[in-house]
């Protein structure tokens, strides 16, 4: 199970690397429709990783209180991983409909 933690968290450190590049050197105004694109996918990516990890050591605390055995954090990974997909889904509609109306 270690391997997905490292997974995620590769994301996370990737898709910020990702962002800060966007942000960086180009230029809001003359960035075309792909470079949009590109940065909303990769702001999803950071918000999904972000939460995943949040979700899955707030969780992995309260079984750790609890003394399961470790086979418990398989299934709260992919609790995790889902909650974290809702959760920027949820971010990434509301950023969008917030850029559409504005």
């Known amino acids: 199970m270690q ?11 990737s898709s910020l690397f990702g962002l800060a590049l966007i942000i960086w050197k180009i230029e809001p105004q003359a960035a075309s429709l792909l470079v949009k694109t590109l940065f ?4 999803f990516m950071l918000v999904w ?3 995943t ?10 079984v750790k209180s609890r ?9 709260i990974f992919y609790d995790s991983f889902l909650m974290g997909l809702f959760f920027s889904i949820i ?9 559409l109306l504005i």
């Not at 990890?53 to 309260?62: E, Y």
Request: glycine share 2%.
């Open 3 to 13: 391997w997905q933690i490292y997974g995620v968290w590769a994301t996370l450190v």
């Open 40 to 43: 909303f996918i990769t702001l």
């Open 91 to 99: 971010i990434l509609v509301a950023v969008l409909i917030r850029k």
């Open 53 to 62: 990890l949040v979700i899955f050591s707030i969780k992995k605390r309260l």
């Open 67 to 75: 003394a399961l055995s470790k086979i418990a954090y398989e299934p």
């Open 49 to 51: 990783s972000a939460a």
